[in-house]
């Protein structure tokens, strides 16, 4: 067996739950950290505060067997982990630059307590350079209590997908290790191994090239899809169905078919961040990128085509009731952070339309968002939010959304307008049933092919 290795995360978000539940989960003994004391007492009874597939029984198995364990005491927690992970938030400042306030405090209160050796390792997604900051920032309070245990910092960022996190984290494509010592890396071989039975996915390099690995895997995915759009938008001005584009440019394996569905924009946690960090970083070191503000500027663009679309076919939306089905950035999960149906329904409002909304996780978080307001309805079923509305726009495809009951919905809906903000729906079919369909791309009135 591998040896069973006691680790500290501090930042129980989404990527220090999910870390130290599966680490957990393989036997290692786990110390979360958070400065939140209402979000801890929650998590050590076993109550997760976000949604997201496994994570629940997970969390509670290893809670239960004593494998995981929640703490604001951060002493304790320094004093615990060998391993100690920095996987705090890194929100984006004014500049668009990734704030690294959370993740200084961290390393200031690693190097405050630590009384041995300990191996720091950031899992946030952190600028280029960040190691170095951490480093210097352990040295610093160590110097400040006249001590000098060794210590080893290390990168090695977290690339799971909401909705697929644990399943991700389990069998993960690559492990990314940044390190500049055998000690470090060898500490990080042992911790990944069980997750390596079937080949060794540890990828192991110098920091700063796994600094970087982690916005150049993000920015390739955004860009995908901003050039989908971008597609998408010309498609529909000339005649073209993006659909038929996307299944045919799909088939060369070198553009593949994973992560070219044309949309209403990308939205989370990541990709708009991290598109601005990765061009705040590039500017700080006098490299003036062109793709990387086009890939934003596309997406808020992109953004507002639900929007614009129904005003093209209103022309005035005052007074209106548009359906919302779908208010997470994606399906599995309940995450609206930069969700385009904020942008569309932030614009209906301002435009006079009221929101009847339902997604099958997020209601809450809209609710916690945007509180109780007179044209906002948050609706228990899809069917309930399409009731009496002048269109329905479909904004996040959960599998739900894909195959309702046509012949109900038109008899609920004040008007058969369907907007199909992710190209869930067949035209010519939605058109036979007497709707009136737009989607991303798709030329309204394309002809049928012969
Ligand atoms: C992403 C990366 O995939 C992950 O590796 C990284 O660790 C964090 O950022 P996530 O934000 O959870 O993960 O979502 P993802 O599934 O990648 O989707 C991002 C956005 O792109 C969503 O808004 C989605 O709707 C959109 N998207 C994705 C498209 O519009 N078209 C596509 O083809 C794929």
Request: hydrophobic letters at 40%; a negative charge.
């Given at each position: 067996g591998w040896p069973l290795l006691r680790i500290t995360i501090f930042g129980t978000?989404?990527?220090g739950l999910v870390t130290g539940a599966c680490l957990a989960e393989t036997g290692n003994h786990v110390v979360c950290v958070d400065?939140?004391?209402?979000?801890v007492?929650?998590l050590s009874?076993g109550?997760?505060?976000?949604?997201?597939?496994?994570l629940?029984?997970l969390v509670t198995g290893n809670v239960n067997a004593g494998r995981l364990t929640f703490t604001t005491d951060a002493e304790a927690a320094v004093a615990h982990g060998r391993l100690q992970f920095i996987a705090?938030?890194?929100?984006?400042?004014?500049?668009?630059?990734?704030?690294?306030?959370?993740?200084?405090?961290?390393?200031?209160?690693i190097?405050?307590y630590m009384t041995e050796y300990r191996l720091v390792i950031?899992k946030?997604?952190?600028?280029?350079?960040?190691?170095?900051?951490?480093?210097?920032?352990?040295?610093?309070?160590?110097?400040?209590?006249?001590?000098?245990?060794?210590?080893?910092?290390?990168?090695n960022?977290?690339?799971?997908?909401?909705?697929?996190?644990?399943?991700?984290f389990m069998?993960?494509?690559?492990?990314?290790?940044?390190?500049?010592?055998?000690?470090?890396?060898d500490h990080l071989r042992a911790l990944y191994a069980p997750y390596?039975?079937?080949?060794?996915?540890?990828?192991?390099?110098?920091?700063?090239?796994?600094?970087?690995?982690?916005?150049?895997?993000?920015?390739?995915?955004?860009?995908?899809?901003?050039?989908?759009?971008?597609?998408?938008?010309?498609?529909?001005?000339?005649?073209?169905?993006?659909?038929?584009?996307?299944?045919?440019?799909?088939?060369?394996?070198?553009?593949?078919?994973?992560?070219?569905?044309?949309?209403?924009?990308?939205?989370?946690?990541?990709?708009?961040?991290?598109?601005?960090?990765?061009?705040?970083?590039?500017?700080?070191?006098?490299?003036?990128?062109?793709?990387?503000?086009?890939?934003?500027?596309?997406?808020?663009?992109?953004?507002?085509?639900?929007?614009?679309?129904?005003?093209?076919?209103?022309?005035?939306?005052?007074?209106?009731?548009?359906?919302?089905?779908?208010?997470?950035?994606?399906?599995?999960?309940?995450?609206?952070?930069?969700?385009?149906?904020?942008?569309?329904?932030?614009?209906?409002?301002?435009?006079?339309?009221?929101?009847?909304?339902?997604?099958?996780?997020?209601?809450?978080?809209?609710?916690?968002?945007?509180?109780?307001?007179?044209?906002?309805?948050?609706?228990?079923?899809?069917?309930?939010?399409?009731?009496?509305?002048?269109?329905?726009?479909?904004?996040?495809?959960?599998?739900?959304?894909?195959?309702?009951?046509?012949?109900?919905?038109?008899?609920?809906?004040?008007?058969?307008?369907?907007?199909?903000?992710?190209?869930?729906?067949?035209?010519?079919?939605?058109?036979?049933?007497?709707?009136?369909?737009?989607?991303?791309?798709?030329?309204?009135?394309?002809?049928?092919?012969?």
């Open positions: 978000g989404y990527v400065i939140d004391a209402d979000r007492a929650q009874r109550d997760v505060p976000i949604y997201e597939p496994g629940d029984a705090v938030g890194t929100p984006s400042d004014e500049s668009g630059a990734a704030d690294l306030q959370y993740v200084r405090q961290v390393a200031d209160t190097g405050r950031t946030s997604t952190v600028p280029v350079g960040t190691a170095d900051e951490v480093r210097a920032t352990i040295r610093a309070a160590l110097d400040a209590r006249d001590v000098s245990p060794e210590f080893d910092v290390a990168s960022p977290e690339f799971l997908k909401e909705g697929a996190a644990i399943e991700d069998k993960p494509d690559r492990v990314v290790i940044g390190v500049d010592n055998e000690r470090a890396a390596n039975r079937s080949r060794d996915r540890c990828m192991v390099m110098d920091i700063r090239s796994a600094e970087l690995t982690k916005y150049a895997a993000n920015i390739m995915l955004a860009a995908k899809v901003s050039m989908m759009n971008e597609l998408a938008q010309i498609s529909d001005r000339v005649g073209a169905d993006i659909e038929r584009v996307r299944t045919a440019i799909g088939a060369d394996h070198r553009i593949g078919y994973h992560f070219i569905y044309p949309g209403c924009g990308f939205g989370g946690s990541c990709f708009p961040k991290d598109v601005r960090a990765l061009g705040s970083t590039s500017k700080q070191h006098g490299y003036e990128p062109a793709l990387l503000d086009a890939i934003e500027g596309v997406n808020m663009r992109q953004k507002r085509v639900l929007f614009e679309r129904l005003q093209a076919h209103f022309g005035d939306l005052a007074g209106r009731t548009i359906g919302v089905w779908g208010l997470a950035f994606k399906p599995n999960t309940d995450d609206m952070r930069e969700a385009p149906s904020r942008t569309l329904m932030e614009a209906l409002w301002e435009a006079g339309a009221s929101v009847r909304a339902f997604d099958p996780e997020a209601t809450g978080e809209a609710r916690r968002i945007y509180g109780d307001r007179a044209d906002l309805a948050l609706c228990d079923s899809a069917l309930d939010a399409a009731r009496d509305v002048d269109a329905l726009v479909v904004v996040t495809e959960w599998h739900i959304f894909r195959s309702p009951d046509f012949d109900e919905l038109k008899t609920l809906m004040a008007q058969p307008v369907i907007v199909d903000g992710r190209n869930i729906y067949e035209p010519d079919y939605l058109r036979r049933e007497g709707f009136t369909y737009y989607g991303i791309g798709r030329a309204a009135g394309n002809p049928a092919p012969v």
